[in-house]
């Protein structure tokens, strides 16, 4: 559907540069929230309240559905599950550290330094059982006029003792994938929209979107 516009349920600048690449491929226009101009509002605090990636990435896209006024509209939901920490923090990656009063930064340090400390800490309880091993999980929804679809992506990798790299958000200098040849803050916006859990998410809803004649 040429000329037609999407929107992405997202106020974050690194998601937003990241997920711009894989648009661009598909040779969409994509547009967020806030240059939309849609003012933040108290109920978007309430968008990740579920226990699964699939519920927190069709709120999204529900909530800013009908919000923009019935625009198509993509939302999603990651973050980092580790095995040795039975799956955290998982749907909480975001909030982990309980410091949402933070700016981005702040709350990056936050949560990343409790990773730290909870991975020393079984680690330390169990030396020979203990496994850096995880994945980022990605989710991605989609909302019009004719219902939903997700998609799953996920990226296999370990949880690092100390960071590398300075690109990224998130935990991103913490986790080293292979398929990115390194931490997700050492790998460039291009290297990460083709090999990351959300790109693995939003190319596989993109091509079964476009297969429906959708976008």
């Known amino acids: 559907m040429s000329g037609q516009v999407l929107l992405l349920a997202t106020r974050s600048p690194g998601k937003l540069r990241e997920l711009r690449e894989i648009f661009d491929e598909f040779g969409l226009e994509v547009t967020d929230v806030s240059s939309l101009g849609i003012p933040e509002r108290v109920a978007e605090d309430q968008l990740e309240r579920y226990e699964t990636f699939e519920e927190n990435a069709v709120a999204k896209a529900r909530y800013f559905f009908d919000i923009s006024g019935g625009l198509p509209t993509f939302g999603d939901d990651s973050g980092m599950c580790v095995d040795v920490l039975g799956g955290e923090p998982g749907v909480y990656s975001k909030r982990w550290s309980g410091s949402e009063d933070l700016d981005r930064k702040a709350l990056d340090a936050a949560n990343n330094a409790k990773l730290v400390a909870r991975m020393a800490a079984a680690r330390q309880s169990n030396a020979t059982a203990f496994t850096d091993r995880g994945r980022y999980v990605c989710v991605a929804a989609f909302r019009d006029h004719l219902g939903e679809e997700m998609r799953r992506g996920e990226i296999e990798g370990r949880v690092l003792q100390n960071p590398r790299g300075s690109g990224g958000f998130g935990y991103d200098p913490y ?41």
């Open 175 to 215: 986790f080293e994938a292979p398929d990115l040849g390194g931490t997700f803050a050492e790998s460039s916006i291009e290297n990460t929209a083709r090999n990351s859990h959300r790109s693995r998410a939003f190319r596989a809803l993109l091509s079964a979107l476009r297969a429906q004649g959708r976008i």
